[in-house]
């Protein structure tokens, strides 16, 4: 079974500061990928960034970048130059490579950027 | 339409009625999930479809009849629901074939109000 633990369950950061959204995971499976989404008021999940366990780099897509240390179990988000729009929920997931097809989240994180 | 689309956006139904939730996906995707977002819980796995067969049942109450047509269709039919299946219900497609690392993206969300 995979497990997902987000421990911050709300944020406050400055307009144009970076930020840092954790995420530790727990799985026995030996090959699997981690998500990041994010929820605006309006419910639509959006898809940000994936990262699979064997990447050897870290993975990048424009402002988001995944700190992904897997000895540590943890797949952190880091969104650099916030702005008012990131203001949402995100979420971290985690699904297995192989076998059942479930998308296991976290509880999220409340991100309020402050103007 | 691009992307996943879902309807209606907003349900409101009384405990004795009979309502559909439809989400249509325009990804050429093979898969097709429905999830339930309650308050302060985690995202819940409902249903899982690949190429029209459903693969998954979550252990969901019988009350909540998936049906899916085509790859790029899937209903969810409830009847008789209860207050506490009031939530956010997000549909989700994949392309690629059972497992693998493709990333689901998901719909806006059908806001579920049982009355």
């Known amino acids: 079974a995979q497990k997902i633990t987000q421990t911050q369950p709300g944020m406050f950061v400055q307009e144009k500061e970076a930020v840092t959204l954790d995420c530790t995971y727990d799985t026995s499976d030996p090959s699997y990928g981690l998500f990041w989404y994010k929820q605006p008021s309006s419910g639509e999940m959006i898809f940000l960034i994936y990262?699979?366990?064997?990447?050897?780099q870290n993975a990048t897509e424009g402002r988001y970048s995944l700190n992904f240390q897997k000895a540590r179990k943890s797949a952190n988000l880091v969104i650099s130059a916030s702005q008012l729009g990131d203001s949402a929920m995100y979420f971290c997931?985690?699904?297995?490579?192989?076998?059942?097809?479930?998308?296991?989240f976290g509880t999220g994180t409340r991100l309020t950027i402050i103007p | 339409e691009t992307g996943v689309t879902q309807t209606p956006r907003h349900l409101v139904m009384g405990m004795t009625n009979k309502k559909s939730l439809k989400c249509e996906q325009h990804?050429?995707?093979?898969?097709m999930y429905w999830y339930k977002q309650s308050a302060k819980k985690p995202l819940e796995l409902m249903f899982v479809y690949n190429f029209k067969e459903q693969t998954e049942n979550n252990s969901v109450p019988s009350r909540f009849s998936p049906e899916c047509p085509n790859s790029s269709h899937l209903f969810l039919h409830l009847h008789t629901l209860q207050p506490e299946d009031s939530a956010l219900y997000l549909c989700?497609?994949?392309?690629?074939?059972?497992?693998?690392?493709?990333?689901?993206?998901f719909g806006p969300g059908t806001r579920l109000t049982v009355l």
């Open positions: 997931a985690m699904r297995p490579n192989f076998g059942n097809e479930k998308l296991t």
């Open positions: 990262q699979g366990s064997y990447d050897q």
């Open positions: 990804l050429g995707h093979n898969a």
């Open positions: 989700a497609s994949r392309g690629g074939t059972s497992g693998g690392t493709d990333t689901q993206y």
